[in-house]
C-alpha cells in the first residue's frame, strides 16, 4: 500500500502533463515520450540525470531523518545556500593556493554552514517551542539574501562586467569528474554515500529507531527516555549536513563559480523528494532521479517542445499534490451525507 | 438458553444466530442474546471470547456474516454506528474516543447528530451530570482529564442521546469502590427509567450485584446464561473460562529485605492549571514488598509516575533514591540501567509504539544487555527477547512481527509487564497493570508480580482497583489531592477505611490526625 501511492500519483501527473500538452497544441503521447526519454537518450544525458539527482537524494537523505522523527525542516534551501557561502569563502580565499586540503576543507565547511543554519531552528524549538517550519523556512529568505549580498558586493569577479557573479572557482576547487566527457562530477558519490548512511542509521542502528519511535508516538518515546529535543537537534543538523553539502557540490561542480541563484529550488524540491521515496533512503533515491528527471525535461521541453519553463514546477508541485491526496484516499474513505447545519456555536 | 417466547412485550434487542468468522477466527458462532426493556444485562467471557466483535455488530461497526438482530421486535440492519444511535443504541468504550485537544461539550457536540450550541449543549451536560451523579466541567479539555474522569464524560455523551439500549464495556475498572456504588446507581436509575443496559465485564462481584442476567461467552460462542444473583462466583468463572479460578502461589513471602526505593518529602507544582501539585511525598519501599498506592484518578497518580520513573525529571538529586543513591535527575533510560523500570498506564502510545512490531516495541525499554552493539540494532537477539517474553507470559499472537496495535488489550499488558520483568528490575513500578484486561490475563500479570517480588524486587503498584491491591501488595498507601498516606501494611486495612482515605481523609483511624489531614488541604 505504501508504494501505491506514488505509482498513483506518478501516473496522474503524466496524464496532467500530456492534458497541457494537448492544451498547447501537441500530440500529448509524442511529447510526453520526448519529455520522459530524449533527456536521457545519450551519456552526456545520463550524467546530467545524474548530477541533477545527487544534490535531491543528498538532501533527501537528509530532510528524511527529520520527518521520521516528525522534525519538519523546510529550510533545506537556506541550509544549502549557507553550503555555497562557507564552502564558497574556502574556494575563493584558498582555492588558488591548489593544496590537496582545498576540497576537503569546502565540503566540510559547507556542511558545518548548513548545520549552522539548521540549529537556529532547531535551538528555538528545544528552548522555546518555536515551530521549526517556520523558523527553518524563515531561514531560507535570510541565506538567499545573505548570497545576494556577498555576490554582488565583496565576491563580485572585478572581471566579470558588472556581472553579479564571483570568479571562477580555481580548479584546485572543483570536484573531479568522474565520467569523461561529461559533467558527472564526485557528488554523485556523496549522494550514494548518502543513501547507505541513510538505510544504516534508519534501519540498522538504535539512533534510528529512537528517531522512528519519536516520531511515531512522543508518548512511547518519552516513556522509553528517548530525548525529543536530541531528535530535533539529530534531524535538524541531518538536514543542514546533507544541504551544505549538496550546496558546495553545485558551484564546486556544474556552476564552477557562485552565483546569487546557486539553487535552482533543490532545498524545496528534495522535500518532495524525500515524500516521494516515503522517507525510505532507497525511496529517495529513485525518485530523486524522476525529478532529476523533471528538471531536465522541463529544460528540454523549453526548446523542442516549446513550452514555459513553468513546467517543471508545474509538473513536480502536482506529482506532490498527487502524492498527499493518494494518501488521503489510502488511508480514507470519502462519504457523502446531509450538508451538516452549522451553528456559531458550534464552531466555538 | 431462555427457553419459550411469550406474547410479552417483545424485547429490546434480540440477536439469532449472529456468527462473524475473520480470516484466522471465528469471532462469533450462532450467538443468541435476549435483553428485555429495563434489563441489565451482564456479557461475560475472557479476552478473545468475541465480547467486543459482539457488542461492534450491535453498534453497527461490524457487520455479520449470518443472523438476524430484532429491535423491539422489528428486524433491524444497523449499517453504522449512526445507524445505531438513530436507533437508540449508545456505548460507552473500554478505549476512549475522545480528542484530547478539544473540551468536554466539544467532544460531545461532534458526536451529536444535530451539531448543538455549545452553550445549550453545556447545559444539558450540567443537568444530566447532576442527574445521574456524575460530576464533569464541560468547559475543560480533555487532556487534562484522568482515565476515570474520561470515561464519565463518554457516558454522558451516550446517555444525552436518550438510548434505549446501553453498552458499557469494562466501566468500573477506573472507579474507587464509592464511584462503582454511584455508577451503578445511576445504570439502575437507568434501567428503571427503562432503558436496557448490556454490562460487558469479568468482574463477577460486580455482576451479582447489578446485573439481572448474564451471557457468558467462550471461544465465539454462548456457552450459558444465567441468573447472577442465584449462582456462585465459582460457578460463573467455570462458565466464562472453563475452569476452575486459578489462584495465586506464594503468599507468604520471605522477609522484607533492605530499603530499594526512597522519596523524601518530594514536592512538585503543576505547570498544567488542570494537573495534580504533589506535596510533601515520602514513601519508601522495601526489596520483596509490594507497596499498592491507592486513589481516585486524577489525584496525583500521573504526576507522581512521571517523577518516579523519570519522565519527569528533578533538580536536587536526593529526593529520589535507589539502592541508597540519588536518581531524582536521572531520565527513563538512565534509571533503566540503574535498575528501576516502569510500566505507564497507558498501552497504546506510551507503553507501546502501536504501529510498530512486537520486536521493536520490546527494542523500545529492553535495549540494554546486547540488544544494541556499538550503537547498532542486533535483531537476532531482539526478536529472541521478544520471543522469551511471549512465552514466558502467555502472550497470545502471531509472533515477534505481530504489531502491538493488532494485540488484544490483555495481551498487550502482558507484553509491556513481561518486557519490564525479563530485564529483572531492582525496583518495578506500575500503574494499573490489569486496566481493562480479562481474568486469565490479569491472574498472570499479578501472579508475575507476585514471582518477582518474591526474587527481592521492590515494586509499586498505582492502582485504581482496590481489590487488586488487596490481592496483590503488601503495604497500601493512599493518594489525595497530591498528598500521599503513610503505608499501612495490608492485613490491618480494609476497603472502607482505603476508600474514606481517597476521599481525601486519612489512613489512620485515628480521628484526630484525620483533622489534621484535612485542614492541610
Redesign the interface.
Given at each position: 500500500m505504501v508504494w501505491l501511492s506514488p505509482v498513483i500519483a506518478l501516473t496522474l501527473t503524466a496524464l496532467m502533463a500530456m492534458i497541457v500538452f494537448a492544451a498547447a497544441g501537441l500530440n500529448p503521447l509524442s511529447s510526453l515520450a520526448t519529455f520522459i526519454l530524449a533527456p536521457v537518450a545519450d551519456l552526456y544525458g545520463v550524467a546530467e540525470l545524474l548530477i541533477k539527482a545527487a544534490p535531491l537524494v543528498l538532501i533527501g537523505i537528509g530532510l528524511s531523518v527529520g520527518y521520521r522523527a516528525g522534525v519538519w525542516n523546510i529550510g533545506g534551501e537556506g541550509q544549502l545556500i549557507l553550503g555555497v557561502i562557507f564552502g564558497g569563502y574556502i574556494a575563493l580565499h584558498f582555492g588558488t593556493d591548489g593544496g590537496v586540503w582545498v576540497l576537503p576543507a569546502m565540503v566540510i565547511a559547507a556542511a558545518m554552514g548548513g548545520m549552522l543554519w539548521a540549529a537556529v531552528p532547531a535551538l528555538l524549538r528545544t528552548r522555546f517551542n518555536a515551530s521549526e517550519i517556520l523558523v527553518s523556512l524563515m531561514m531560507n529568505y535570510i541565506a538567499q539574501l545573505w548570497l545576494s549580498w556577498l555576490v554582488f558586493g565583496a565576491w563580485r569577479d572585478p572581471a566579470g562586467f558588472n556581472f553579479p557573479q564571483s570568479q571562477p572557482l580555481a580548479p584546485g576547487a572543483l570536484f573531479p569528474i568522474l565520467i569523461e566527457g561529461t559533467r558527472a562530477n564526485a557528488s554523485i558519490i556523496f549522494a550514494l554515500l548518502a543513501v547507505i548512511l541513510g538505510w544504516?542509521l534508519m534501519n540498522?542502528?538504535?539512533?534510528g529507531?529512537q528517531l522512528?519511535?519519536t516520531g511515531?508516538?512522543e508518548?512511547?518515546a518519552?516513556?522509553?527516555?528517548?530525548?525529543t529535543h536530541r531528535a530535533v537537534w539529530i534531524g535538524m543538523l541531518a538536514g543542514g549536513a546533507t544541504a551544505g553539502i549538496a550546496g558546495v557540490g553545485e558551484i564546486a561542480g556544474p556552476l564552477g563559480q557562485i552565483f546569487p541563484t546557486a539553487s535552482p529550488g533543490y532545498g524545496y524540491a528534495a522535500i518532495i523528494v524525500a515524500f516521494l521515496g516515503r522517507l525510505n533512503p532507497v525511496g529517495i533515491l529513485f525518485s530523486g532521479l524522476l525529478m532529476a528527471l523533471i528538471y531536465l525535461s522541463g529544460d528540454l521541453a523549453q526548446m523542442s517542445l516549446g513550452m514555459p519553463s513553468a513546467i517543471t514546477g508545474l509538473l513536480q508541485s502536482l506529482l506532490l499534490f498527487f502524492l498527499l491526496t493518494a494518501d488521503v484516499f489510502i488511508q480514507y474513505r470519502l462519504r457523502y451525507t446531509a450538508p451538516?447545519?452549522?451553528?456559531?456555536?458550534?464552531a466555538? | 438458553m431462555t427457553g419459550s417466547t411469550h406474547p410479552r412485550p417483545p424485547d429490546r434487542l434480540e440477536l439469532r444466530g449472529i456468527r462473524k468468522a475473520y480470516p484466522a477466527v471465528l469471532a462469533n458462532d450462532d450467538i443468541e442474546l435476549r435483553v428485555a426493556p429495563g434489563e441489565i444485562h451482564a456479557v461475560v467471557g475472557e479476552n478473545g471470547a468475541g465480547k467486543s466483535t459482539l457488542m461492534k455488530i450491535i453498534y453497527g461497526m461490524v457487520q455479520p456474516d449470518a443472523g438476524e438482530m430484532l429491535w423491539n421486535g422489528r428486524e433491524v440492519t444497523i449499517a453504522s454506528p449512526a445507524d445505531a444511535q438513530r436507533l437508540g443504541v449508545g456505548m460507552v468504550f473500554q478505549h476512549f474516543a475522545l480528542f484530547d485537544t478539544f473540551t468536554v461539550a466539544e467532544n460531545i457536540?461532534l458526536a451529536m447528530q444535530?451539531?448543538?450550541?455549545?452553550?445549550?449543549?453545556s447545559k444539558r451536560i450540567v443537568e444530566v451530570a447532576a442527574r445521574y451523579g456524575l460530576p464533569v466541567d464541560p468547559g475543560r479539555h480533555i487532556y487534562t482529564m484522568s482515565v476515570g474522569e474520561r470515561q464519565r464524560v463518554e457516558i454522558i455523551r451516550a446517555l444525552l442521546q436518550n438510548p434505549g439500549l446501553l453498552i458499557l464495556d469494562e466501566p468500573t475498572s477506573v472507579l474507587t469502590p464509592q464511584a462503582v456504588e454511584t455508577l451503578f446507581v445511576t445504570l439502575r436509575q437507568l434501567a428503571v427509567e427503562g432503558c436496557s443496559i448490556l454490562y460487558i465485564s469479568h468482574k463477577l462481584g460486580e455482576i451479582q450485584t447489578l446485573c439481572d442476567r448474564a451471557t457468558f461467552l467462550r471461544g465465539g460462542r454462548v456457552t450459558g446464561t444465567c441468573n447472577p444473583r442465584q449462582e456462585s462466583v465459582a460457578a460463573m468463572a467455570r462458565m466464562m473460562i472453563g475452569a476452575d479460578l486459578p489462584g495465586y502461589r506464594n503468599r507468604d513471602h520471605a522477609a522484607v529485605d533492605c530499603i530499594r526505593l526512597e522519596v523524601l518529602d518530594l514536592s512538585l507544582p503543576t505547570s498544567d492549571p488542570f494537573g495534580t501539585a504533589l506535596s510533601d511525598i515520602s514513601m519508601t519501599v522495601h526489596g520483596g514488598e509490594i507497596l499498592g498506592i491507592a486513589g481516585v484518578s486524577g489525584n496525583g497518580q500521573q504526576e507522581l509516575l512521571a517523577v518516579l520513573?523519570?519522565?519527569r525529571t528533578l533538580g536536587p538529586r536526593d529526593a529520589i533514591r535507589l539502592d541508597g543513591s540519588g536518581i531524582a535527575d536521572l531520565?527513563?533510560?538512565?534509571?533503566?540501567a540503574r535498575g528501576l523500570c516502569?510500566v505507564?498506564e497507558?498501552r497504546l502510545?506510551?507503553?507501546?509504539?502501536?504501529?510498530?512490531s512486537l520486536a521493536?516495541n520490546a527494542?523500545?525499554?529492553a535495549?540494554r544487555d546486547g540488544a544494541?552493539t556499538s550503537?547498532?540494532?542486533r535483531f537476532d537477539r531482539v526478536a529472541a527477547f521478544a520471543r522469551q517474553c511471549i512465552a514466558a507470559f502467555d502472550v497470545r499472537c502471531p509472533g515477534p512481527d505481530a504489531l502491538a496495535g493488532s494485540l488484544s488489550g490483555g495481551n498487550l499488558q502482558k507484553f509491556i509487564i513481561g518486557r519490564e520483568i525479563l530485564q529483572n528490575p531492582g525496583v518495578l513500578i506500575v500503574a494499573q497493570p490489569t486496566w481493562g484486561v480479562d481474568v486469565g490475563a490479569a491472574v498472570v500479570i499479578r501472579q508475575a508480580l507476585l514471582d518477582l517480588r518474591d526474587r527481592g524486587a521492590a515494586i509499586v503498584v498505582i492502582s485504581e482497583e482496590l481489590d487488586e491491591l488487596f490481592e496483590i501488595a503488601d503495604r497500601i498507601a493512599v493518594i489525595a489531592g497530591g498528598r500521599l498516606t503513610p503505608g499501612k501494611p495490608t492485613r490491618l486495612t480494609n476497603r472502607d477505611e482505603i476508600g474514606i482515605a481517597m476521599s481525601g481523609g486519612t489512613l489512620t483511624v485515628d480521628v484526630t490526625k484525620e483533622h489534621r489531614h484535612s485542614a492541610a488541604l
Open positions: 544504516v540498522r542502528s538504535f539512533v529507531f522512528r519511535v511515531l508516538s508518548g512511547a518519552r516513556y522509553a527516555g528517548f530525548s451538516a447545519r452549522a451553528t456559531e456555536g458550534a466555538a | 457536540a444535530d451539531e448543538p450550541a455549545i452553550d445549550a449543549l520513573s523519570g519522565e531520565d527513563p533510560g538512565r534509571r533503566r516502569s505507564p497507558d502510545g506510551r507503553g507501546s509504539v502501536p504501529v510498530l521493536d527494542l523500545l525499554t535495549n544494541v550503537g547498532m540494532i
